[in-house]
């Protein structure tokens, strides 16, 4: 006999298969049938689950924190793009103009704006690039970032309270370098192998080669991935050292600033 019938409490993965499935079943195109997220959120509180967790999954879902991206390890190359996110004190405003601050001093300039979510791009001309190139002490800690999306939306409430902020920053530099690391080791390995299939034919130091060639190849990857993954922990501690500072601060006020 299942559990639902014998009276057994259900497992909080229970809940979440069954309020997958029943959605599954009810599931329409009609556009007018869909439920917001108050409504969610109250179905979901009223299935078990903790108010603080629905909301705080709303406010990522709300900020693009939810959709799924290409995994960092899977693939040859590292990922695009880096994701950072984060439930930190409000007002939205503070937070806002808080992180706006940030990312000026870091020669971003605003490209577009569609009100909770806006699109930077890293700052051109020859004054930006002196300030980067000449960057002594390292202050400019997304100088290879081309461009970034900040999202913001309210967390654990409409009370303003909470701020969940996501950043999603372009690392395509970094992961271009390694793809011209592992050209330039391809290159070498077919130099090699060619050279001594010029040189020998096809006596058995062609085979005796081949190591080689593969020993270039899998070197320049695993170096790449080095520099890649070094570049990109760099950039991603120093956003996730900026949602730090802005969780250890209480709550700010409408005028405030984050330094």
């Known amino acids: 006999m299942d559990r639902a019938r014998s009276g057994q409490q259900l497992t909080q993965a229970d809940i979440a298969l069954v309020l997958r499935r029943a959605a599954e079943l009810d599931r329409v195109e009609d556009a007018a049938d869909r439920l917001d997220m108050v409504a969610v959120q109250a179905a979901a509180v009223e299935a078990g689950l903790s108010r603080a967790s629905v909301c705080q999954a709303l406010a990522e879902l709300r900020v693009g924190a939810l959709t799924r991206r290409d995994e960092p390890g899977r693939g040859l190359l590292g990922s695009s793009s880096l994701v950072v996110h984060r439930l930190v004190p409000g007002p939205l405003e503070a937070v806002r103009a ?9 020669l971003f300039e605003l490209h577009r704006d569609f ?3 806006t699109h930077w791009a890293r ?21 290879t970032v081309r461009h970034l999306q900040l999202a913001l939306a309210p967390g654990q409430g409409d009370d303003g309270r909470q701020v969940m902020v996501n950043l999603v920053a372009d690392v395509g530099e970094h992961r271009s370098a390694h793809a011209s690391i592992l050209a330039w080791g ?4 077919a130099g090699v192998t060619g050279f001594t299939a010029v ?20 070197g320049s990857h695993r170096w790449g991935l080095a ?3 070094r570049q990109v922990h760099r950039i991603e501690t120093a956003l996730a050292g900026l949602l730090d500072r802005l969780e250890r601060r209480p709550a700010l006020t409408a005028g405030q600033q984050f330094p």
């Not at 391809?186 to 390995?189: F, G, L, Q, R, V």
Request: proline share 5%.
């Open 98 to 106: 808080s992180l706006y601050r940030f990312l000026s001093s870091q």
């Open 115 to 117: 009100g909770d979510v």
């Open 123 to 143: 700052r051109d001309g020859l004054v930006p690039a002196l300030r980067r190139r000449f960057d002594v002490n390292h202050r400019l800690t997304l100088a």
């Open 186 to 189: 391809t290159a070498a390995a």
């Open 199 to 218: 040189g020998v034919g096809l006596d058995p130091l062609l085979l005796a080669s081949l190591p080689v060639s593969v020993g270039l190849v899998a």
């Open 227 to 229: 520099q890649y993954r």
